[in-house]
């Protein structure tokens, strides 16, 4: 059974910092391209970043490039979103993601 059990989610002030951890377990993670999809309140799913099997190609919706690294460990099967300098409109659920499936989500919430 494929999960993927996000964590690391939490309050912060603008300009704060948080890591978000994703958990994969059920498939071979290290065949995947990994993603982070994001959902703010009352919106779409809006796609954050990728990166590929092996930890390259990393890519980013403009709006966190610069603030926003994704990695991953395929030695431990997680992925990684190290989000810097958070901005209110950062706040949704964030999820991650492959071609079997997504997790519950953690809530990222960046307010004064």
């Known amino acids: 059974e494929v999960q993927l059990v996000e964590s690391g989610g939490g309050s912060v002030q603008p300009g704060g910092s948080l890591r978000l951890t994703c958990a994969a377990s059920?498939?071979?993670?290290?065949?995947?391209?990994m993603t982070w999809v994001r959902q703010a309140p009352g919106k779409g799913l809006e796609w954050v970043s990728a990166?590929?099997?092996?930890?390259?190609?990393?890519t980013y919706v403009d709006s966190v490039k610069g603030r926003f690294t994704i990695s991953r460990d395929n030695t431990k099967n997680t992925l990684y979103l190290q989000m810097n300098s958070l901005k209110p409109e950062d706040t949704a659920v964030y999820y991650c993601?492959?071609?079997?499936?997504r997790g519950q989500g953690t809530q990222v919430t960046v307010s004064s």
């Open positions: 990166i590929n099997r092996d930890g390259g190609s990393p």
């Open positions: 059920g498939f071979t993670f290290s065949m995947y391209t």
């Open positions: 993601q492959n071609v079997r499936g």
